[in-house]
């Protein structure tokens, strides 16, 4: 089963701004939205972005998306020790008839 | 408050069954699709099944189509997954999660999640 493409890994000290990358195809990120998800291992993954670019109630506005073409980015500003866990984008993919995620990318905050 | 609650895992051996059950609260179940997805260790999120607000309508990944079956009862605020003929790559945390419409089309994404239920094939 493919995947959307993110970096593994990811990192920025408190305050910096980081960018995670999602990349897809034309069969979902293409034709479709992109959702972004936080998952801290041992709990509930959340909700962070939803739409390409809205936030659900109680998510800071620190985090934002954004999406172009087959290519989508989930930026987070003013970073915080909080930050530190596992991000996932999520798009529906035609082709498989069901939501397709990225494969996770870890963010460190040093 | 919407929580989704998990249970069923285990340990299981290859070629077993096992069935997970999500019980769920804080909004009006039947009016939703809900999901299964599972996170295989050191891997990432990987979508596993759905099923529409009315139970009429499912879907699989290709990695469970035969083996698993997606159900729920509306009556008892329930989602199901029977998991037949369980392989060692079947072995996951599986995840429920609470969809935004009744149908499974897009855009749709996931507001609640479970914290999930590990489920290890292994002789």
């Known amino acids: 089963q493919s995947v959307l493409t993110q970096p593994p890994s990811a990192s920025g000290t408190p305050g910096q701004r980081v960018t995670i990358s999602c990349s897809g195809s034309s069969s979902n990120i293409g034709s479709n939205t992109v959702n972004w998800y936080q998952h801290l291992p041992g709990a509930a993954p959340k909700l962070l972005i939803y739409?390409?670019?809205l936030r659900p109630s109680g998510v800071p506005d620190r985090f934002s998306g954004s999406k172009s073409g087959t290519s989508a980015s989930l930026a987070i500003s003013g970073l915080q020790s909080e930050d530190d866990s596992d991000y996932y984008c999520?798009?529906?993919?035609?082709?498989?008839?069901?939501?397709?995620f990225g494969g996770g990318t870890k963010l460190t905050v040093l | 408050e919407v929580q989704l609650l998990e249970s069923g895992g285990g340990l299981v051996q290859p070629g077993g069954s096992v069935r997970l059950a999500c019980a769920a609260s804080g909004f009006t179940f039947s009016s939703y699709a809900v999901t299964w997805v599972r996170q295989a260790p050191g891997k990432g999120l990987e979508w596993v099944s759905s099923?529409?607000?009315?139970?009429?309508?499912?879907r699989y990944a290709d990695s469970v189509k035969g083996r698993f079956t997606i159900s729920r009862d509306n009556s008892k605020n329930t989602l199901n997954l029977q998991m037949n003929s369980l392989r060692a790559e079947d072995t996951a945390v599986y995840y429920c999660a609470k969809g935004v419409t009744k149908w499974l089309q897009p855009p749709d994404h996931f507001d609640y999640w479970g914290q999930g239920t590990l489920v290890t094939v292994s002789s």
């Open positions: 999520a798009a529906w993919d035609d082709s498989l008839n069901g939501p397709l």
């Open positions: 099923i529409g607000g009315s139970g009429s309508t499912t």
């Open positions: 739409s390409n670019n």
